[in-house]
């Protein structure tokens, strides 16, 4: 019979997690590290990175920091050689950064445009280069991006950002297409609310923190924790026949038309 707790053991795996100063980042190194993955925090934030390293390592895990700005291709490239030069093999590799410049089309400036496609499309594009490279090479590997709701769903202002995001997840169909014949694995997740220091001062706005709860069939807003047991999935050898796909973490966000309003009553009796 199969073991299927070893399945999602991650001890004596390798990993990096781009973006791990703060939020879903932060949360996923953490979970990894839980599991027993070495991991290496990376972050434009280098001081944050290595605070969740250092975390990880008061509760007994094995974790590094690195700084890489997300956005640039030198930074990555030199995050991968630094990445190879602590492990002997590379199993887990995460990239979680993102920006949104919330404005209409009709605002947006071509510096907008240029930071948000910068940072979400070409960013991915460069991790997926530099760590995917390293994984061909030794027929192995798990690769996991960060896409969102808004690559499905939208509302005005949220366009480009919701177009890089599904962008994103055509990147992961075409590269796992590519890469899989030499035995890695593409996905991404994709969340709807998470609450994270950045987007705390939604709560700011009760009225707007409702509102987004009352998209989700739960009526709450995720915590980070919950997106990182999915990127921990993905990571795992439990999904070891998953690649090509986006997983949708949104509390049903996607799976309603709208907020779930007007069922005042739900018989649960027989």
């Not at 199993?91 to 400036?109: E, S």
């Not at 027929?139 to 962008?167: D, F, H, M, N, W």
């Not at 989700?216 to 919950?226: G, I, L, P, Q, Y």
Request: glycine letters at 10%.
């Amino acid at each position: 019979m199969t073991d299927y707790r070893k399945l999602f053991d991650l001890t004596g795996k390798t990993a990096v997690v781009l973006g791990a100063a703060s939020g879903i980042g932060k949360s996923s190194a953490e979970a990894l590290a839980n599991l027993g993955a070495s991991v290496v925090c990376a972050d434009r934030a280098r001081e944050g990175a290595e605070a969740t390293a250092a975390g990880i390592r008061g509760q007994g895990g094995s974790a590094d920091s690195a700084a890489c700005d997300a956005a640039n291709a030198d930074d990555v490239n030199a995050l991968a050689t630094v990445v190879m030069k602590k492990f002997p093999q590379l199993d887990i590799a995460v990239t979680t950064p993102g920006l949104n410049i919330r404005k209409t089309i009709l605002d947006y400036t071509e510096e907008d445009l240029d930071r948000v496609i910068n940072l979400n499309i070409k960013g991915t594009v460069w991790f997926f280069q530099a760590f995917g490279r390293i994984m061909v090479k030794q027929q192995r590997g798990s690769l996991i991006a960060c896409s969102s709701v808004r690559a499905v769903t939208i509302e005005p202002g949220l366009a480009v950002y919701g177009s890089t995001k599904a962008a994103i997840g055509l990147l992961v169909k075409g590269f796992a297409s590519e890469v899989g014949r030499f035995g890695v694995r593409v996905n991404a997740i994709a969340p709807s609310i998470v609450e994270t220091a950045l987007t705390a001062p939604f709560k700011q706005r009760p009225e707007i923190h409702k509102l987004y709860a009352g998209h989700t069939v739960f009526n709450r807003w995720s915590s980070a924790d919950e997106v990182a047991t999915a990127v921990a999935y993905l990571a795992s050898d439990a999904a070891s026949y998953v690649s090509g796909s986006t997983l949708f973490v949104d509390g049903g966000w996607t799976g309603i038309d709208g907020p779930p309003t007007g069922l005042t009553q739900l018989n649960s009796g027989n």
